[in-house]
């Protein structure tokens, strides 16, 4: 399918580093976004201003294109399987979507394909009328306690991005002034995993079941929000081994044809549990794009087009990203503090042009790694931090 249209529902900096790699593979990119000022749209061939949910654009944009992938999971499945219907090529499957939209259905797959996740379970405000959730999230002799004990973890079910919709409530009180916050009738409840470390993996299928997997990363997140990784993971083989096999069984199993990110909780006791599937490319994956051979996004454009999977590798002993997160309200292009960044050597700033708010992520810098660098990956996160958040 080489030469072809690739369709994208969603236009922010995922699918804008997606674009930005389909000119050397002969492909171009047409955009759904409901922003002019989005990060794709800039390289975007055409245009569909709509939300990412809305199923008549992405008729509209399939109209203009050979296959339709996807940035981000905030669609509307139901509507789009009428399109798949009639005939509409979306990489990957709805099908393969079904169980992944929802955090709790997602769990509730793992679990039945036998993959390890943390103890969790559902909570329903259509259970026993529309109070229960509120019933139940501020009864101190909540089921929480008893079930599961402090801290504890609640989710929004949907639309969950960058730790939004995540609670992590650490005792009675906070789970009792809970509902306030939250608006939705279904929480996924579940066991708070005293992590060593988190890890994620990038993982990509074409349609002839061809699968390839990147190195294991490390990540860290602060307040739910990743603020960087290092690649490869320090970490035994048996884990590497282990979560590339996980990686493998979920995109066989789900007959996956594009890209995956996949997030895991390793214990102390070296056990893996799977946190989350992000059905696209991922902040963790972020490092390919300077740090591999082949790109993340590269990879996802030729695994939905048909192309041979790309290699995998590290061109490096490893690689750092660093996540550039705003501080502040502000239309500032930050020029100063990238031009600093770029004083680190063999570091690449990838700036999404985007507003500054507060959490917002604006931009990323990688730092490629020799064998004797890779020790010291801590030491330089920590300086690009200091220079990026320093007043
Ligand atoms: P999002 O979908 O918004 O990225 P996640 O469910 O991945 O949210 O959670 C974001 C972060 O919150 C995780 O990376 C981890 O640091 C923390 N977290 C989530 N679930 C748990 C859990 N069960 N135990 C401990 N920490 C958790």
Redesign the pocket.
Known sequence: MEGKRVGVIGGGQLAWMMAAEAPDLGIEIVVQTPNQDDPAVCLSEQIILADVDDADATAKLASMCDVVTFENEFIDLEALQKLAQSGICFRPSLDTLVPLLD?HDQRSYLKDIGIPV?KFSLWSSQESGTSDLQRRVSSPQSDIESNYGFPV?L?ACRH???????F?IKDAQALATLDHKVSVQELLV????P?ER?LGIIAARNASGEIAVYPVTE?H?VN?VCHWTITPANIDDRVVKEVKAIARTILDRLKVVGVFGI?F?LTSDSRVLV??IAPRTHNSGHYTLDGCHTSQFAMQLQAVTGLPLGSTELKSAGALMVNLLGYEESESEYLEKRTQILQVPNSFVHWYGKTSHPGRKLGHVTVILDAEQLPQAKSIIQQIESIWYEN
């Open positions: 955090k943390p973890v989710k969950g991005y960058d730790g939004q919709g995540t992590i579940e066991e708070f995993i992590f988190e990540t997140q739910q997030e909780f946190n989350e």
